[in-house]
């Protein structure tokens, strides 16, 4: 990429300085080290890994997943090493690479979220963390802590206080007002707010007259979600104060451009990772592209779709 | 392991609904029971790569022959696509074979497409014999293949038009020696029968499995099958697919979940 180009991708979100506005999805990148044979990890704009938990989780039963049109639903059930192994085998493989790792927590209870942020606060090359809120509160029954404002704030308050780390706060689209969700995380101090989450969903195998996946209900991903999400960030951004970082069924440039416009700073490839491991440097040429045709910058793009 | 677009050479009917696809590609090593992710659409649906044996190497060594079903969607689009046309290819894919131990005899146990991975892996082990399981006379065409390897092969169809009437378990049952190493790919029943019989024989036995896959290079945890009584570490519980396997040993995996 040219001189001028460069400059016209680099964006910075929260103290996080990145060459060009494309992330990795959580739960989508692995730890990252699994596309080192595929992608340039030096050209992606920042990688966030999957999900993780105080402990490790073994995660759900099969069938895990299902292809749906333009899309998937997975319900994979947040498998993943545990924190401490992620901290002790993972991220110093990592340390070569020229790329910010942020690093995507969930808890089960607000004191696991806050001790998940504390290990990863001293852990070394750790850019982030991105607190995933689409998860079951146990102590609530279950609910969901992204589905109400109450709880969100609590999660996120208890993240800030455990860190000096940079906060990101992944919004769940399962709710009925993005906005009410958006200033309740942002009270609680969070730095950056990046949405959406998978949306939840259902399929049915016909044939056998039970639903398609173990779980019966999963979360849908990729391309058919997209209008939805480009929606929700631009409802967000009426009322946001942090930056906004836009996430569903982006597999082109373009794509991450109407998320931008919409007014996201940056963005996240997720399931196109699935059927590209190149995808995410794909996208950031993309949009490299489309600044260098409309002689721009990514910067001076944010929002421009006005309201 | 290669991300790439690869030219067909050639994508012929061979049999009821099967079809050799041949690729101009050839990677730079493969091991017999590996695979690859091939995407059948430039378009988003379907979005997903659909997973595919590697079959053999094309006479002449300028390509490899994939060997498929059509069975939905993804299939029914690949079979419709000529000469000329490219397709992403992303592989090879996989653990593959565990070779056996020198003197053991290799009894290989395929049911309809799980023929595939045999091959490359009975071209390597010479003279093992091969049970097939097909529905009807017409679907075991392939086993001419197995014979040109000198393979013995016997058959067992549901309609009784070739080789025994019913299933191939049947045949097993003669073959399940002590000194024998069973290598079984099929349908998720003909394999919850052939490792319990293994087991009950006490009979070393590798299963190729079969599972939807999102990604093929185990990160999605998508294709998650559980570990069996061996299955350690928390974490380890669900073992992938994609990138654990597709062989196991078949005592790693919990039949009951399967
Ligand atoms: C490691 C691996 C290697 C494989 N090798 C071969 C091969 O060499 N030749 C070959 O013909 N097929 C092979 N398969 C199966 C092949 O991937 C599926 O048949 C294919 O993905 C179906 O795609 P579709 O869009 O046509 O079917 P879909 O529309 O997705 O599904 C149609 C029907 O097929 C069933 N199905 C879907 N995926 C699978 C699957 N993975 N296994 C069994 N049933 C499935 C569905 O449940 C449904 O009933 C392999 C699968 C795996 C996991
Ligand atoms: C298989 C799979 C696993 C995921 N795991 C996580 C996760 O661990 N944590 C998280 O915050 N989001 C997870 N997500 C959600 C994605 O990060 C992303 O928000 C969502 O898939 C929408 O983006 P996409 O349409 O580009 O995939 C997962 C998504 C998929 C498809
Ligand atoms: S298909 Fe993604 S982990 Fe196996």
Redesign the pocket.
């Known amino acids: 990429m040219k001189e001028i180009s460069v400059n016209a991708l680099a964006v910075e979100i929260a103290g996080i300085r990145m060459k060009n506005p494309v992330m990795t999805a959580s739960g989508t990148f692995g730890y990252g080290l699994e596309f080192k044979p595929y992608t340039r990890l030096d050209a992606i704009g920042a990688v966030i890994v999957k999900g993780l938990s105080l402990r490790p989780r073994p995660g759900n039963p099969g069938p895990r997943i299902v292809e749906t049109p333009c899309g998937m639903l997975n319900a994979i059930g947040l498998q993943n090493v545990g924190v401490d192994c992620f901290i002790n085998e993972k991220l110093p493989l990592l340390k070569d690479v020229k790329t910010p790792v942020i690093a995507n927590i969930f808890g089960e209870t607000v004191s696991d979220y806050a001790e998940v942020a504390k290990r990863l606060d001293s852990a070394q090359g750790v850019a982030g963390l991105e607190v995933n809120i689409s998860c079951p509160n146990v102590k609530a029954g279950g609910m969901v802590f992204g589905t109400d404002p109450a709880s969100a704030y609590k999660v996120v308050s208890a993240v800030r206080a455990s860190t000096r780390l940079p906060v990101i706060t992944k919004l769940s689209p399962n709710v009925t007002d993005i906005r009410v969700m958006v200033r309740a995380v942002e009270d609680a101090g969070t730095d950056a707010i990046s949405l959406i989450n998978t949306i939840t969903g259902m399929v049915i195998d016909t044939e056998r007259r039970r639903p398609a996946i173990a779980n019966r209900i999963g979360g849908l991903s990729g391309p058919a979600i997209r209008p939805i999400a480009v929606r929700m960030v631009w409802e967000a951004a009426s009322v946001a104060k942090t930056p906004l970082i836009g996430i569903g069924g982006i597999t082109t440039g373009t794509d991450a451009m109407e998320f931008i416009l919409a007014g996201a700073t940056a963005v996240q490839v997720g399931t196109a990772s699935f059927i590209d491991p190149d995808a995410a440097v794909k996208v950031a040429e993309g949009i490299n592209e489309y600044v260098t045709r409309h002689k721009t910058s990514v910067a001076a793009l944010v929002g421009a779709v006005g309201r | 392991m290669e991300n790439l677009d690869a030219g067909i050479i050639y994508n012929k009917e061979v049999g009821p609904g099967y079809f050799l696809l041949g690729l101009d590609w050839r990677p730079l090593a493969f091991k017999p029971g590996q695979f690859v992710m091939l995407r059948v659409s430039d378009g988003l649906d379907p979005l997903l790569r659909r997973p595919f044996g590697i079959y053999r190497v094309m006479s002449g060594g300028n390509g490899v022959e994939l060997l498929y079903q059509v069975v939905g969607k993804g299939t029914r689009i690949l079979s419709l696509k000529r000469p000329g046309e490219r397709l992403g290819v992303l592989g090879p894919l996989g653990n593959g074979f565990t070779m056996p131990p020198k003197g053991a005899r290799v009894v290989m146990v395929a049911g309809g497409m799980g023929i595939v991975p045999l091959y490359p892996f009975a071209h390597e082990v010479r003279g093992a014999v091969l049970l097939y399981g097909t529905r009807d006379a017409a679907q075991a065409s392939v086993a001419g293949d197995f014979k040109e390897l000198g393979c013995p092969v016997r058959h067992a169809t549901e309609d009784g038009s070739l080789g025994v009437k019913g299933y191939v378990t049947e045949l097993l049952k003669e073959e399940l020696t002590r000194d024998a190493v069973v290598y079984a790919c099929g349908p998720a029943p003909m394999l919850k029968a052939v490792a319990a019989m293994a087991a009950g024989s006490g009979t070393q036995c590798y299963v190729s499995l079969e599972r939807s896959?999102?990604?093929?290079i185990?990160?999605?945890?998508?294709?998650a099958v559980k570990g069996g009584a061996h299955a350690d570490a928390e974490n380890k519980l669900y073992k992938?697919?994609?990138?654990d396997g597709p062989v196991f040993e078949s005592k790693e995996i919990d039949w009951e979940a399967f």
């Open positions: 896959m999102a990604c093929g185990g990160v999605c945890l998508g294709c992938m697919v994609c990138s």
